[in-house]
């Protein structure tokens, strides 16, 4: 284990294979998985690490990943995007509050149809603000997401 996996699980959880299969089923363009379990972490000093290599659909655009980070009230998701970069992202929505689901190559909400970008940019309203976005940082197959 490296420097930076220490919020992963030592071994393959039932949840960790199910987060892995969506995200690289994603990768592969089979659609959403609107109803998978998050993956449980435990952020250290405000930052959740995830090891890449844990993680390989993290490692393709089109990947996600949705994580229940300890103390965090909802999950969070974690998009790899068109460039290879990634977006952590808040899933409530900004009008209302309901939950958004990863469509595709979007975000949509299911009370009101607000639309988002995977970086978390306002596509069609009602909503008006971007969803919230943490702070990433990656640094070889190490990923950080700031959480608090
Ligand atoms: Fe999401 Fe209204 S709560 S569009």
Redesign the pocket.
């Known amino acids: 284990m490296g420097a930076f996996d220490a919020a992963a699980p030592a071994t393959t959880t039932r949840r960790d294979f199910i987060a892995r299969s969506c995200a690289a089923g994603l990768a592969l363009g089979m659609g959403a998985c609107g109803g998978v379990t998050a993956l449980p972490v435990t952020p250290r000093d405000g930052l959740v690490r995830l090891d890449l290599r844990d993680h390989p659909g993290l490692r393709v655009a089109g990947g996600w990943l949705k994580l229940a980070p300890q103390g965090l009230p909802h999950p969070v998701y974690v998009l790899t995007l068109e460039d290879g970069t990634h977006a952590a992202l808040s899933p409530i ?6 939950t ?1 689901d990863i469509a595709g190559a979007q975000l949509v ?6 639309t988002y970008e995977r970086t978390g940019a306002v596509v069609r ?3 008006e603000r971007a969803l919230t976005r943490y702070e990433t940082r990656r640094d070889g197959d190490a990923l950080e997401i700031r959480i608090s």
């Open positions: 929505c900004t009008h209302q509050g309901c958004v909400c299911p009370c009101h149809g607000s309203g009602p909503a």
